[in-house]
């Protein structure tokens, strides 16, 4: 009788380290509990194209001292990758040389703001599009996503993506995300510097 006890707890063993080595190998991350993607307009025809636009984002510019603080939380990391499928779970960013992340907590909310730097809006709006019903950006920094909100939008050829969540009142939530989403005013500079 005790060897058939055994051969069950090992059997179900086996399933449960099968179960959870599945969750985690699949490579699905976490989604926002509310999500809002923006494509790109005729405003930023300009920098409609890298060709257009044609420097590197550096982490000094997206980044600056005056966004070490944002809203209610402070910068924890920046992080940048050449290869933008990293920051990314069941989406591509084809034609995307670079993306940018930062990390940001405070009290009991948490975000993270990332920028692609895609080839052209074409390939921004599907990124998009993409994050809006295939996948999402990995979570750099963590915070509950069952409680969180996330915007995308493509601005020419470049993606902005803000996430937020905690366990901070709706108001404190919404602040946080559009604090967040204040970083790509960069994007506004490329603008101007490109008419």
Partial sequence: MSGRVVISVVAVNVLVIAAVAWWWLRGDGPRPAAFHGESTSAFYAAIDTRGKDAAPLTAQEVFTAGTETVGAMRRETTAEFADCDEVLWGASAAGCTQALRATYRGGTMAGQFVIFNMSDSAAADALVAALGKDGFVRQGVPFDPATSRAQARAM?????????????????????????????RVVQGRLVAAI
Avoid: F, M, P, R
Avoid at 171 to 180: F, K, N, T, W
């Fill in 156 to 184: 020419g050829h470049y993606v902005t993506v803000s996430w937020a969540g905690g366990t901070a009142y709706e108001q404190e939530l919404v602040a946080a995300l559009v604090a967040l989403d204040g970083l790509g």
